[in-house]
């Protein structure tokens, strides 16, 4: 099928482990990197199996200071299956001649193909094809099919299946000096020969992980078990130009489980009654099916296959059985051990998209954060607030998991880290809180545990602003926005700095929301909220006045995007472009030559701009005008401008927001953004970080980047808004919803019209609004409506 398919041709040992990221299978409950069964982990390879959720807790001695750091925990490797003709070397792509060597990722199936033939001399060829499938119907399950065929001979061809516990976190280069020996207690065990199995736990954390594997082969199979590994042994008669199989079917268990008594027993029991292959993959290809009709997104050419390639990774990552999970969005995917596996404010470029398609899985993420909402109040008090205050990145428990040190690996030096200051990951929960609600229609969840959530955000923010009377304003200090590369004042002994616009207009738009839904709750449960959480009206009359009068700095016509920014020095972008080409990472490179990114106009990732990212124009201009300091389109153009030549895009997200904020202002630029969003992981534009794991949320931001990017797409006020743009490069596209109880409402754009189909169904109609226009749609009709210019 044209567009479902990811091809590799050839072997390129510096590629292997982007293509291993990209080539992950997953199905939301686990993720295992494309990496050949053949291979162990050494400079080029690096299997790795992670379970979502799964952490665990060490301390490292780096630069002399003893550092904590939370990991997702790269589980026993279940990959292993090696084979040599009997009595010589073991084959692999880096000690055995090539005569072809293909991997395909087969999307439409969520199926990992892979097609070697080794060279063995004399004219004798071992084809090796492969079929690798993580199973999406029964989360537990995954499956590897291997074909051997000799050409040009016959003989004997020995193969070793094992299940690996001797595996460590080492994915990452960076954290090369931190202890990555994450499991304990590695014990394997035979079943019977057909079926071992392999079971650990987790250092600190304790989580118990079973493991069990079932080989089918034609051959006698033995077992050995040793050094926390069980490797059972084959061998195959091979008669020339005749294919030979042997499957692996593997369960994987943790004590995070539920129903279930012990992980091992679990995974033995679940091995054993696992149907063969071919029924596993149908079973598997089912559910594929079913996904991506509930997920469907049309856009032609190239764009339509990397998005397709997106939207894959993110349902590998968040599929419907994280709806029964307790775990968030991690930034790398379930791909890498980048970031540690942690969840950071990315979920803003996700649950968009999610609401429309899963909302069940919107609904558990947020659950994720409300569950860690009573720390989030704990960590507010230890900072002196009231309210929540959640982590800038998140693990297993909601404390605080951003690490104290980071490596410059330009310089070699480990450096105090102050991202956790980004106190704005709470105004991304409130935004996605809200969003989930209007597009899903949940009151249950608005009413209980959304307006706790709303509530105790709000409440951060309202005691976190202080009112400057020289201003006359309420000001937010000492924290850092988007732009990660600015944590301090030129020279000041504290990190912070004071009112970043995003922070303080993301922080009014909290306080209002907040008001607005504690006003619209049902008495009964207001008044609940207020006897738990002690709210009162003086608190209420707080947040009203906070929320209009918080401070938005200006400079030079332009929003500032923080008190200040317009007194740093101007970096000469032309001369450091020359000098280091790549200049993604400027702070690495200033911090390298002993200079600091902090004294200069030069943001990583858009920071300001991300308010045209998260509020319509109208909203924006709403909010400002809130605020008392309108904000008229010439205002904002120009503020797009300013940031636009002072960014240098170190962060996948940043093109993304450049992309989407650009389409709208109708800009010609806009189309070198939304490229450089989608050429993000497939091209690996961050220079060698796709390999350590995908950016998950720069992949969901390309797709809502179709669905609400470029349509307008709103859920407001009970009414589904629409107010396209056009962008010439992606002109026809086509995409399915799912809206406050309809199911596969379609929309498709193409030529200055809209189509928009309704399925049938009990639900109410759907009362749709485009600039120029209302239409109401009852369930089974469809319309076809011309766009204005
Ligand atoms: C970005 C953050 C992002 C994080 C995880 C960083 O490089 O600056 O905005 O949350 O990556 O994706």
């Known amino acids: 099928m044209t567009g479902w398919t990811w091809e590799y041709e050839g072997y390129e040992p510096t590629d292997e482990r982007l293509r291993e990221s990209l080539c992950t299978l997953g199905n939301g409950y686990f993720a295992t990197r494309g990496a050949l069964p053949e291979c162990t982990a050494d400079d080029i390879h690096y299997p790795g199996t992670y379970v979502a959720g799964c952490y665990n807790r060490l301390t490292s001695d780096v630069a002399g200071r003893q550092v904590e750091n939370e990991d997702m925990v790269n589980v026993p490797n279940w990959l292993p299956l090696r084979f040599r003709l009997r009595g010589g070397p073991w084959l692999t792509p880096d000690t055995a001649p090539l005569v072809e060597h293909r991997m395909g990722l087969l999307l439409a199936s969520g199926m990992l193909e892979r097609r070697t033939r080794y060279d063995l001399g004399a004219g004798r060829v071992l084809a090796v094809h492969q079929q690798r499938i993580v199973h999406m119907a029964d989360p537990h399950l995954a499956a590897l099919?291997?074909?051997?065929?000799?050409?040009?001979?016959?003989?004997?061809?020995?193969?070793?299946?094992?299940?690996?516990?001797?595996?460590?976190?080492?994915?990452?280069?960076?954290?090369?000096?931190?202890?990555?020996?994450?499991?304990?207690?590695?014990?394997?065990?035979?079943?019977?020969?057909?079926?071992?199995?392999?079971?650990c736990r987790t250092r600190t954390s304790d989580v118990r992980i079973g493991m069990a594997a079932r080989l089918t082969s034609d051959g006698l199979v033995t077992v050995r078990n040793k050094n926390r590994r069980t490797t059972q042994h084959t061998v195959l008669a091979l008669a020339d130009g005749r294919a030979r199989t042997?499957?692996?079917?593997?369960?994987?268990?943790?004590?995070?489980?539920?129903?279930?008594?012990?992980?091992?027993?679990?995974?033995?029991?679940?091995?054993?009654?696992?149907?063969?292959?071919?029924d596993l993959l149908t079973s598997h290809c089912t559910v594929w099916d079913q996904l991506w009709r509930r997920a469907a997104l049309e856009v032609a050419g190239e764009s339509g296959r990397i998005l397709r390639l997106h939207l894959f990774h993110v349902l590998q990552t968040l599929s419907p059985h994280t709806a029964d999970l307790d775990v968030g969005v991690p930034a790398r995917g379930l791909h890498g051990e980048a970031y540690r596996g942690h969840v950071f404010w990315d979920e803003l470029f996700v649950l968009p998209f999610l609401n429309l398609h899963f909302p069940e899985v919107s609904r558990a993420l947020l659950r994720y954060r409300h569950r860690r909402l009573e720390k989030a109040c704990?960590?507010?008090?230890?900072?002196?607030?009231?309210?929540?205050?959640?982590?800038?990145?998140?693990?297993?428990?909601?404390?605080?998991?951003?690490?104290?040190?980071?490596?410059?690996?330009?310089?070699?030096?480990?450096?105090?880290?102050?991202?956790?200051?980004?106190?704005?990951?709470?105004?991304?929960?409130?935004?996605?809180?809200?969003?989930?609600?209007?597009?899903?229609?949940?009151?249950?969840?608005?009413?209980?545990?959304?307006?706790?959530?709303?509530?105790?955000?709000?409440?951060?923010?309202a005691d976190a602003a202080e009112y400057d009377d020289g201003l006359g304003r309420y000001r937010i200090t000492g924290v850092v926005g988007p732009d990660e590369y600015h944590d301090a004042y030129p020279g000041a002994s504290v990190p912070g700095l004071d009112d970043n616009a995003y922070t303080n207009v993301t922080a009014a738009w909290v306080l209002m929301r907040a008001l607005e839904l504690i006003d619209a709750l049902p008495e009964p449960r207001r008044r609940e909220l207020a006897e738990r959480t002690g709210l009162d009206v003086t608190e209420l009359e707080l947040w009203h006045e906070v929320s209009r009068t918080l401070y938005v700095p200006f400079h030079s016509g332009v929003i500032s995007q923080f008190d200040g920014y317009g007194e740093l020095a101007e970096l000469p972008w032309n001369e450091y472009r020359r000098r280091y080409g790549d200049i993604r990472r400027l702070d690495r490179i200033l911090e390298a030559e002993g200079d600091t990114v902090n004294r200069y106009q030069a943001s990583k990732q858009a920071d300001v701009l991300m308010l045209g990212y998260l509020f319509a124009p109208a909203e924006l201009r709403g909010l400002f005008d809130r605020l008392g300091v309108p904000l008229d389109d010439e205002t904002w153009h120009r503020t797009v401008d300013y940031y636009l030549h002072r960014t240098s895009h170190g962060s996948t997200l940043s093109g993304l927001v450049h992309g989407w904020v650009l389409a709208r202002a109708r800009r010609a630029e806009a189309w070198t953004f939304c490229q450089e969003a989608l050429q993000g992981d497939i091209a690996d534009v961050q220079g060698g970080t796709t390999g350590e794991g995908i950016h998950l949320g720069a992949m969901a931001g390309t797709l809502d980047l179709v669905q609400r990017g470029l349509t307008g797409l709103e859920t407001r006020d009970g009414a589904l808004w629409l107010d396209p743009v056009p962008l010439p490069e992606l002109s026809a596209y086509g995409f399915g919803l799912r809206y406050q109880g309809h199911w596969g409402v379609r929309l498709h754009l193409e030529h200055g019209h809209l189509d928009i189909s309704v399925p049938f169904s009990d639900a109410p109609p759907i009362d749709l609004r485009l600039p120029d226009r209302t239409v109401v749609l009852k369930p089974g009709e469809s319309t076809r409506l011309k766009l204005p210019d």
């Not at 931190?178 to 590695?186: M, W």
């Not at 994987?252 to 696992?274: C, E, K, M, Q």
């Not at 205050?389 to 880290?417: A, C, I, K, M, V």
């Open 378 to 461: 704990t960590s507010a008090r230890a900072v002196g607030r009231r309210g929540a205050l959640f982590p800038w990145q998140s693990g297993s428990d909601g404390r605080e998991e951003t690490q104290q040190l980071h490596l410059n690996p330009r310089s070699g030096r480990w450096l105090p880290d102050h991202s956790h200051l980004q106190y704005h990951v709470g105004s991304a929960i409130a935004y996605n809180v809200w969003q989930y609600c209007e597009a899903s229609g949940d009151m249950e969840f608005r009413h209980t545990k959304g307006a706790e959530m709303m509530l105790q955000i709000a409440r951060f923010w």
């Open 246 to 278: 042997v499957d692996k079917v593997i369960a994987l268990y943790t004590s995070r489980d539920p129903a279930i008594s012990d992980p091992l027993h679990a995974a033995v029991d679940r091995v054993g009654r696992a149907p063969g292959f071919d």
């Open 145 to 199: 099919r291997t074909e051997f065929t000799a050409e040009g001979f016959s003989g004997e061809l020995e193969v070793e299946a094992s299940l690996d516990g001797g595996v460590t976190n080492a994915g990452v280069p960076r954290y090369r000096d931190l202890d990555g020996h994450h499991l304990i207690h590695v014990q394997a065990g035979t079943a019977t020969p057909e079926t071992v199995w392999l079971r």
